[in-house]
């Protein structure tokens, strides 16, 4: 069975250039949620979506960061232009949609590592 | 200002003893609390979900408890095992919301 597929899994580029991470999510997850993790900020909720549709994008730092869910097997997390302070490890997440929402758990990708130089 | 604090950034316990984890928040009002574990370089793991209207919940070696009085869910690892070394984070919703919000997590290491 697999899980959340996340790709690269490394990534090491320079300042000002155009970052695209990208998720497939487990198959019949109906929730898709990005996350950035620190040291400093710990695991930090960027954007989720459910049915493909994005439902909170508040935890996006800036206009450079933008997420797309075209289909219900694959979302993108872009960064462009991408900066030294970008550099973490980015986790895709995904869920079946509970009844009560927020009652299930989160199935993880084993994220990507940013390093912007 | 919201706020969920994990007791300490590293514990050490000795093997076959209880390991026994705090998770604290603050201006929440939390439908369920959920703890993960995370090992390095992967990401977390789900472990145990908790609603709000229940006291305590087991699995195997595992134990949650959760006191919305106290605002506060203890995690408890009995006989402990070095395997079960990581990285323990807990996670809060709020009723009516998808949003997990995760408190900065613990670093458990069990010595043989």
């Known amino acids: 069975d697999a899980g959340v597929i996340q790709s690269p899994r490394h990534e090491v580029t320079e300042m000002g250039q155009e970052v695209t991470l990208r998720c497939k999510p487990i198959?019949?997850?109906?929730?898709l949620f990005w996350y950035r993790q620190t040291m400093m900020r710990g695991l930090e909720l960027l954007i989720y979506f459910n049915n493909n549709v994005p439902i909170d994008d508040s935890g996006m730092p800036e206009d450079r960061f933008s997420a797309k869910m075209p289909n219900a097997s694959f979302s993108t997390l872009k960064i462009q232009p991408s900066e030294p302070r970008d550099s973490a490890v980015y986790f895709c997440?995904?869920?079946?949609?509970?009844?009560?929402?927020?009652?299930?758990?989160?199935?993880f990708g084993d994220g990507t590592r940013l390093s912007i130089l | 200002s919201q706020k969920i604090e994990q007791n300490s950034e590293a514990l050490n316990i000795q093997e076959g003893k209880t390991a026994t984890l705090t998770c604290n928040y603050t201006n929440y009002s939390p439908a369920y609390l959920q703890w993960y574990r995370q090992d390095p370089g992967r990401g977390p793991v789900f472990l145990l979900l908790?609603?709000?209207?229940?006291k305590e919940k087991r699995k195997e070696r595992l134990k949650v408890t959760f006191d919305t009085t106290l605002k506060q869910s203890l995690f408890h690892i009995t006989a402990s095992q070095p395997a079960d070394s990581a990285t323990y984070l807990c996670?809060?919703?709020?009723?009516?919301?998808?949003?997990?919000?995760f408190g900065t997590g613990t670093r458990l290491t069990i010595i043989p």
């Open positions: 198959s019949g997850h109906n929730s």
């Open positions: 908790i609603r709000e209207n229940e």
């Open positions: 996670a809060l919703t709020n009723f009516g919301n998808e949003k997990l919000t």
């Open positions: 997440a995904s869920s079946p949609r509970g009844i009560g929402q927020g009652d299930q758990p989160q199935h």
